[in-house]
Structures are given as structure tokens and as C-alpha cells.
């Protein structure tokens, strides 16, 4: 059998082909490896943010590809088709950081009755939560239409998780309303998910024409704004901001409405991608970047062995059952479907009720 990889040119992320790679020999993988088949996985357009940051991030080490490529990580699900680990049977069923691929050798370390590490020298250096993958044969929250929304949306939720955590530790830095831009995009309505149970804080999702629509209907948000009329927001009371587009100019806009009003100002994702280099400074508080690693760190010391997963595990089975009349899963598989999911997340083409499920098998 053929194995393949989906690469993208890293300084063109335009261009991308399908490769062919040399499928490991089974009887050959270093002791305690495994042979997984990658079998779906979700894109979404968070996966287009962890192309752009890369370089930055470390992204792009996980998974090497050709000189001047990256393999794009994604989270999906695989099976084991051949194991040199005593304690991980063929044919079982692993939830995690896959590439765009069809196959991935795991060097299976920590093994655990739930979960296992990837010890790969070259993926170390990196948060914890990319080289982890939780064991799900027979788990039905991981099958089926819930498996996909798992894919889809559990890691976005994490992120969605962390960032209310990090807001409700610091009471909302005195803000009465927060501003969720790219308020369409599933870690957005995440989080708005989370912060309607915040009776004293407004929600506002800041989003195109073409979504309103999408973005009222989710029923997560206390008023919805286009982009073009922000500046019609009251500017007497104080405002947190949670940028999800990493537009500049949409920021300079609102920090420049706000003012002194704008008490956080938080980067969390790059949907829009069209971030300047040289920003000026802006009125307000200064804009600086989430970091979900430091944020978890700091949880999991705090809270104790456990603690982060226990509270992570009831607030995504508040939000799960809510996805059904909020997402549509659609399926794809092979490089035309590949490629045409993938170019059409980095034009911003996907329209936002859309979830995608891929595979290169």
C-alpha cells in the first residue's frame, strides 16, 4: 500500500500538491512504535492559523516534510495497523494531532489505560496537548457524528474554554461588554457559548453581512454588529475585546472608538490574516496575544491532577449537545476534496455553518 502526505509551500501557502512518502515496513518500526492509518480528520479554519504561525509556533516540526514544505497538523483519528508497544493492540482507535496524511509512526511513550504520548525527539519542544493521543476504541462519545464534532470542535472549545477561564480570573478586566470579532468562527461561538452563563456581561459578535444571519442564529450572542458599524457602538462604558479575525485595520478601528473604555484587548486567532507589521500604537489597553498553554500551566498547578480535564469535560458536555442544529458535517476524501476544503479555508470561502471532515484514504 501506498502511503501519501499534503503539503503546502510554507512561504506561498497557496501552493500545495499531494506527495507520495515511503510507507514504514511493519516488521521494521524502532521498538515500541506504531504504524497508525489516519483515517479522518477535521480542517478548519483554525488549521489555516497554525500554517500561518508555523515558524513561530513550531508547528511546522511536528510533522517534516519536503525541503520549503510543512504539513499541516490537524486533529483526527487513526488506527494502529502495526505495534511494537507490548501495551497498544492492532486495531485500536487513537484521538489526536495527526498530519495531513495517510499514515503516522508514533513512538509510543506514557502509556496509559486512556492515552499515550508521542515521543518523536523532533515533536518535542512543543505544548504537551500536540504529541497526546486519548485511546477511544469503543468510546461512543468518540464515534459517529459526536466523533466529528469532537474533531471539529473540541480542540477550538479548549481554546474557547481557556480564554473565558483566563477573563472570569481577572473579572473581565472591569469591561461590561465584550466584543467577539470573526463572531461566526467556532471558537467565537465557543466562547460565547461559555460567557452567556455571565449575567453581568454583555455579548457582542462582530461579524460581515454575509454572516449575520449565522451568527444570530446560534442564540449565544446579545447583539450582533457588522464590521462596517462599529463605530455606532456606545463608547461610554467599558469593553473587552477578543479578536478572532487578527485584522488590523478592525482593531484600530474599535481602539480608536473605544479609547481609554478598551480595558483588554486579547489576539486569539488569525481568520482574517491581514495583520500589519508595524502597527501603530493604539488608545487603550495594549493588545497582546493569548498563549492557551501558559493558561493551562497554570491551571493544572492550581487545580491539581485532573482538575483542568474534570472542568473542561463538564463545560464540553453542556456545549456538545448543541451542535447538531449548529454545525452541518460534511465529508470528503481524496486530494481533489482535500485540496478544495484546504484552498477554500485559506480564501475564507467555507461558509461558517460547515464543518469538514477529510481524508486522503
Not at 483515517?39 to 497554525?50: E, P, V
Not at 500554517?51 to 504539513?71: E, R, T
Not at 518523536?120 to 457524528?145: E, L
Amino acid at each position: 500500500m501506498k502511503a501519501y502526505d499534503f503539503v503546502v509551500a510554507r512561504d506561498d501557502l497557496q501552493q500545495c500538491k499531494l506527495i507520495e512518502t515511503q510507507l514504514p515496513d511493519a516488521a521494521a518500526l524502532p521498538s515500541d512504535a506504531l504504524l497508525v492509518r489516519v483515517d479522518r480528520f477535521a480542517f478548519t479554519a483554525n488549521n489555516i492559523t497554525y500554517a500561518v504561525l508555523g515558524d513561530q509556533l513550531k508547528y511546522w516540526q511536528l510533522f517534516p516534510a519536503p525541503q520549503g514544505f510543512g504539513n499541516i497538523p490537524v486533529w483526527g483519528f487513526g488506527e494502529v495497523t502495526a505495534s511494537n508497544h507490548p501495551g497498544v493492540a492492532v486495531g485500536e482507535r487513537l484521538f489526536g494531532y495527526f498530519p495531513m496524511a495517510t499514515h503516522l509512526v508514533i513512538e509510543a511513550a506514557e502509556v496509559s489505560k486512556r492515552a499515550l504520548r508521542d515521543g518523536a525527539a523532533h515533536r518535542q519542544g512543543v505544548a504537551p496537548v500536540y504529541n497526546a493521543y486519548a485511546r477511544v476504541t469503543g468510546d461512543p462519545a468518540f464515534a459517529g457524528r459526536q466523533g466529528d464534532h469532537q474533531a471539529l470542535l473540541r480542540p477550538l472549545f479548549m481554546l474557547s474554554f481557556l480564554v473565558d477561564d483566563h477573563l472570569a480570573e481577572n473579572e473581565f478586566y472591569g469591561a461590561q461588554r465584550l466584543l467577539l470579532s470573526s463572531a461566526s468562527s467556532k471558537t467565537a461561538f465557543g466562547l460565547a457559548h461559555l460567557l452567556q452563563a455571565r449575567a453581568d456581561l454583555k455579548v457582542i459578535g462582530l461579524t460581515s453581512a454575509a454572516n449575520v444571519d449565522f451568527v444570530g442564529s446560534l442564540g449565544c450572542y446579545d447583539e450582533v454588529v457588522t464590521y462596517d458599524r462599529v463605530t455606532s457602538l456606545p463608547s461610554d462604558s467599558p469593553v473587552a475585546l477578543v479578536d478572532m479575525a487578527g485584522n488590523s485595520g478592525l482593531r484600530e478601528k474599535l481602539h480608536f472608538h473605544f479609547g481609554d473604555q478598551m480595558k483588554y484587548s486579547g489576539r486569539i486567532g488569525l481568520t482574517h490574516r491581514s495583520s500589519s507589521p508595524d502597527e501603530p500604537e493604539l488608545p487603550g489597553a495594549k493588545p497582546k496575544w493569548f498563549f492557551a498553554p501558559d493558561q493551562i500551566r497554570k491551571r493544572a498547578k492550581e487545580w491539581g491532577p485532573g482538575g483542568v480535564d474534570k472542568r473542561f469535560g463538564a463545560a464540553w458536555s453542556d456545549f456538545a449537545p448543541t451542535l447538531d442544529r449548529r454545525l452541518k458535517v460534511i465529508e470528503g476524501r481524496g486530494e481533489g476534496p482535500v485540496t478544495q476544503v484546504y484552498l477554500d479555508t485559506l480564501q475564507g470561502r467555507i461558509p461558517p455553518e460547515q464543518g469538514h471532515m477529510l481524508s486522503l484514504l
